[in-house]
Each structure stands twice: as structure tokens, then as C-alpha cells.
């Protein structure tokens, strides 16, 4: 809003006011507060959730300077969003079961009828009031939560609207350089998930991708961040695979058993076989242990980062090829180069989908109320009893269930029946027999390809987590498309 100067305003010879600090503070009413027509500032004057739950914890702890108005009230030339946040504050004290606030001010008589001053003053103090930086922020959250006990570090995280092991995020944040720093904390990244950031960095693209997948969890407006857990399993995949991957082949060098190439020059035979491929001489297996004084004896990686014992060239080494041995695979072109990485690639990603789906299964276990959907579901399993469900039967696997039920694992699985049997409340057995659903699908969805060929039944469970609020990953999401139900314009268009 813009504000007419006052033409008819006085010219004062009188020094000029005082500072702040030379006035006593008073406590004032808040509901006597009102934004001075003289404040300089105009633009985004609301008080953030953040300021407004800090207020509500701890009260105002920097004084707002007013002057007296005519009607009683009192004009805030500095501090209006502060003002706002004990008002509201006070709004909702007696349904949280807090005291009323009061708002300590400056209150400055010596300027009534001088606007000029006002203004200049309150421009001043919102012209120098200049941005912490965000690893101060961070390393300033880290150092006053470490120091409190356990009631006043419930306080302050509530007051500075982070989690109970905000100090520990703080931590893991500050290992970001400055400019990542900056890039995430405007990217609308709360310290939680800076801190995640600073575990993943090392992963090519993990800023840009988790940016992007908390971008897309504002549009949705749900409130929620299924894009971005998913995003930042998959990212812990990969890094526990590229970690995988380094320590193997450094196991290898230390052992002095050198690991083979996967790529050959146009013309360049690739002389290799695996052990299982060969024998002695004499015909007798050939084992990593008997093999290893050949000088041939060498090693590839497989997906999962294990070796693969080879013989680098057995005709010169003396070995035999087994009559049952499979031809050598030929060198792959590059698309089907691209296809096996991309089989890779998603084997990784449904294997870490697993633990968010199981996580959002736990929460659905140990929740107030199931839905109809969940409730019709479970029944229809237990009614009709398919097969997949007869297979996990026959396994055994009730610890599956107590983890769906109980955040505490068991050992084994005549622990986890006796520990359900004694805890889970009678009322709760609606929830047990969801949970005894639940660990059969994801039972039947356990290979790392069950993505590539999803049966209907098994992408139904899917879409039914999916509907009670569950997000998709990439890969879960590309499983299930040929499996949804048409839409109606759909239909009348096929």
C-alpha cells in the first residue's frame, strides 16, 4: 500500500529522536498493535509459518517499536510481522492450552506528529537488516540444539520448525559447499532434506533430481514428499552400488587378480571363459581356490558386484573346455548395450521402491482406521485364497507381518507370532489380516524383475497402495500402465 507524505506535516527543530534502546520497554496488549501508516515496509509485510511458530514457543524476543495513535492504539513502525505473529499466536492460545502473550515494545512519544522520522527510522532498520547466510543458519541450529537436554530441545525444534534430530541434519547440511547451500534453501529444501542431500551428493545429478522431484510434490499440493522419498531411495541404491562396485574392485587389486574388460576394440577377440566353462587338463572342476596359481586367473563383476571367476585365456593356460559350455556371447551392439543398461537400471529402481512401498504399508498397519478399499481387498485374498497367497503361506514368513504391525523387528518367526499374539490389541485384528495381505503381495513382487512381465493381480496391489496414497516410482509407475483401468473417454475414443 502506498502512503502519502504528509505535506502539512511540521518541521521540527528539535534534535533529532532518540535511539530505541534509550526508552524503557513496555508490554503491551497485542490486539492494541496496528501497522503504522508510516512503516517503510510495503511488500510481503506477512508473518511465515516459521516466525509464527517461533512466537508461539517462545514469545517475542526483540522488541517492536511503536508510537501512541489518537484512537489508543499503537503504530509498529518496526517489527510489524512480529506484531502479526504473537496476534495470531494469541488467537489460537486457548485451544492449544497456551498462556496469552504479551508484546514488548519500544514505545517512542517523542515522535508523534513527525512521519519523516518514523519513516526514516523504520527504512533504516529494514534496509540493514541483512539476510544470515545459510551455512550460518544451519551451523547456528547445530550448536543450539546440541547443548540442550531433552524438554528444551522439544521446545526449540518446535520453535524453529524442524524435526527432534534437527542438530544431526544441521550437521550432515554444512558438508554442502556454499553455493549448494543457496540453490537448495531456494529450492524450498527444509534442513531434513538438505541434510539427505549431503548424504547423496556424490551420486551424479542427485541435487537437480531431488530439486526436480520436490517440485513435483508442490504441484501435487498433497502435502506430501512421495516424489522425493522415492527419488532419494533410488539414489541410495546407486550410491550403495557404486560403493559395492569400488570396494569389489578394490578387493580385487589388493588380492593382485586383475578384472577384466567388457569392451573390445572392432576385431579384438575376447579370449576369456568362466571357470564353470572349464576344466583341468584331466578333466576335474576347476575352482576359484584351484585355480588361483594359474596365471590367467582373473575376475569380472556381475550386476550385483560379485566376481565372476575367469580363466583370461585357458587354450594357453592348458585347460579344457566343457562339452556342455555354452558358445562365448558375442560383444553386444549399442543399442543392445543400452537395453542391458536400462535392465539394470530398473532393477535397481524396483529394488529401492521396496523400502518406501513397505514403509507407506507399515503407516497404513499402524494407523487409526483402513479405508473400504483395503478393508475389500484383504477379504477377497483371504476368501479366495490364490495361489501366490498359498506360496508365502507355505513359507512362513510371519515376520513380514510383526514388521508391517510392530516397529520393533523380531528375530525369528516364532518370536514375531508370540510377540503379535501378546501385543496387537483385539480390535486390531482387521489390521493383522491386511498385514498378512500385504506381506504376500510384496512377497510375490520380491524379484528384481518383476517389473519387466507384472501380472494383473500384481499391479492391482499396486494400484490399490496407489490409492490410498501411495506415489509411484518411475519404474513401479511404467510397470502398471498396461494394467490401468481405461478412462471413459478412453474407451469411447477406442
Not at 239 to 256: D, K
Not at 282 to 310: F, I, M, Y
Not at 332 to 354: L, M, Q, S
Request: hydrophobic share 35%.
Amino acid at each position: 500500500m502506498a502512503t502519502v507524505i504528509n505535506p502539512d506535516e511540521k518541521k521540527s527543530n528539535e534534535p533529532a529522536p532518540q535511539d530505541d534502546h534509550e526508552f524503557a520497554i513496555a508490554h503491551l496488549d497485542p490486539a492494541l498493535l496496528v501497522r503504522d501508516d508510516c512503516n517503510a515496509r510495503e511488500t510481503d509485510p506477512e508473518p511465515d509459518e516459521k516466525l509464527i511458530n517461533s512466537v508461539k514457543e517462545l514469545g517475542i524476543q526483540e522488541a517492536v517499536s511503536v508510537r501512541p495513535l489518537p484512537d489508543g492504539t499503537f503504530g509498529v513502525f518496526k517489527g510489524w510481522r512480529r506484531a502479526q505473529s504473537v496476534q495470531q499466536a494469541n488467537a489460537t492460545a486457548e485451544a492449544d492450552g497456551r498462556p496469552q502473550q504479551t508484546a514488548p515494545a519500544y514505545v517512542r512519544p517523542d515522535l508523534i506528529g513527525r512521519d519523516s522520522w518514523t519513516r526514516m527510522l523504520s527504512l533504516i532498520e529494514n534496509d540493514q537488516r541483512e539476510q544470515m547466510t545459510e551455512r550460518d543458519t544451519v551451523k547456528s541450529v547445530e550448536l543450539s540444539l546440541i547443548g540442550m537436554n531433552e524438554v528444551e530441545q522439544k521446545q526449540a525444534s518446535r520453535a524453529l520448525s524442524v524435526r527432534r534430530d534437527a542438530a544431526k541434519d544441521a550437521r550432515k547440511a554444512q558438508k554442502l559447499n556454499d553455493a549448494t547451500l543457496r540453490r537448495t534453501l531456494a529450492g524450498g529444501m527444509d534442513l531434513e532434506q538438505t541434510a539427505q542431500l549431503a548424504d547423496v551428493e556424490e551420486v551424479s545429478g542427485a541435487e537437480t533430481r531431488l530439486l526436480r522431484a520436490l517440485g513435483r510434490d508442490h504441484e501435487e499440493g498433497k502435502g506430501g514428499r512421495g516424489h522425493w522419498d522415492q527419488e532419494l531411495a533410488l539414489l541410495r541404491e546407486e550410491q550403495a552400488s557404486s560403493q559395492a562396485r569400488t570396494e569389489a574392485v578394490a578387493n580385487l587389486e589388493a588380492a593382485g587378480i586383475p578384472l577384466l574388460r567388457d569392451r573390445f576394440s572392432w576385431g579384438e577377440k575376447d579370449t576369456s571363459r568362466p571357470l564353470t566353462d572349464l576344466t583341468t587338463g584331466l578333466g576335474n572342476t576347476l575352482t576359484e581356490d584351484s585355480h588361483k596359481g594359474c596365471d590367467g586367473h582373473s575376475a569380472r563383476l556381475d550386476d550385483e558386484h560379485q566376481p565372476v571367476w575367469h580363466c583370461s585365456d585357458p587354450d594357453q593356460y592348458g585347460h579344457k573346455l566343457r562339452p556342455e559350455a555354452k558358445e562365448p556371447k558375442k560383444p553386444r551392439d549399442e543399442k543392445a548395450a543400452a537395453e542391458r543398461r536400462k535392465v539394470i537400471a530398473c532393477n535397481r529402481a524396483w529394488k529401492a521402491a521396496r523400502g518406501e512401498r513397505q514403509r507407506f504399508i507399515a503407516t497404513l498397519c499402524r494407523g487409526k482406521n483402513l479405508s473400504d478399499g483395503v478393508r475389500d481387498y484383504s477379504r477377497q485374498v483371504q476368501l479366495t485364497m490364490p495361489w501366490f497367497y498359498g506360496s508365502w503361506a507355505q513359507k512362513g514368513k510371519a515376520a513380514d507381518v510383526a514388521r508391517f504391525l510392530s516397529a520393533k523387528a523380531p528375530e525369528d518367526d516364532s518370536e514375531a507370532v508370540q510377540n503379535l499374539i501378546k501385543t496387537l490389541a483385539r480390535n486390531r485384528d482387521l489390521y493383522a489380516w491386511f498385514a498378512q495381505v500385504a506381506a504376500a503381495c510384496e512377497f510375490d513382487i520380491r524379484e528384481p524383475k518383476a517389473w519387466a512381465s507384472l501380472q494383473s493381480h500384481q499391479a492391482g496391489w499396486l494400484l490399490l497402495l496407489e490409492a490410498e496414497g501411495y506415489t509411484l516410482s518411475e519404474v513401479e509407475n511404467q510397470a502398471v500402465s498396461r494394467h490401468r483401468p481405461k478412462t471413459a473417454k478412453a474407451s469411447k475414443s477406442a
